[in-house]
Nanobody
Framework: QVQLVESGGGLVQPGGSLRLSCTAS????????MAWYQQAPGRQRTLVAS???????NYVDSVQGRFTISRDNNKNAVYLQMNSLKPEDTAVYYC??????????????WGQGTQVTVSS
């Protein structure tokens, strides 16, 4: 059974920083793209940033220059460094990964989500 476990959320003042972490565990053959999504109250879940197995990154315009996604393939982990946080960044952040387990085709997995609140 593959699991994604996130950590690092919390309450931070505007202009502050947080670092989210997500680690995949279980029977894993290979992890393709890993990503972070956000879901604010009453809104749809949307992509924030993604990173391929080779390290190519993609960001939504609203976080470009403020957030940095990275991964450690040896640890099956992905990170999101969030700087210059704004109140509109407040949301539950979900980790997502395209994972191939042994003897199966790859599929997407989701973490349980971690709350990020930006408020003074």
């Amino acid at each position: 059974q593959v699991q994604l476990v996130e950590s690092g959320g919390g309450l931070v003042q505007p202009g502050g920083s947080l670092r989210l972490s997500c680690t995949a565990s279980g029977r894993i053959s290979f992890i393709n793209t890993m990503a972070w999504y956000q879901q604010a109250p009453g809104r749809q879940r949307t992509l924030v940033a993604s990173i391929t197995s080779g390290g190519s990154t993609n960001y939504v315009d609203s976080v470009q220059g403020r957030f940095t996604i990275s991964r450690d393939n040896n640890k099956n982990a992905v990170y999101l460094q969030m700087n210059s946080l704004k109140p509109e960044d407040t949301a539950v952040y979900y980790c997502n990964a395209d994972i191939k387990a042994p003897f199966t085709t790859s599929r997407y997995y989701w973490g349980q989500g971690t709350q990020v609140t930006v408020s003074s």
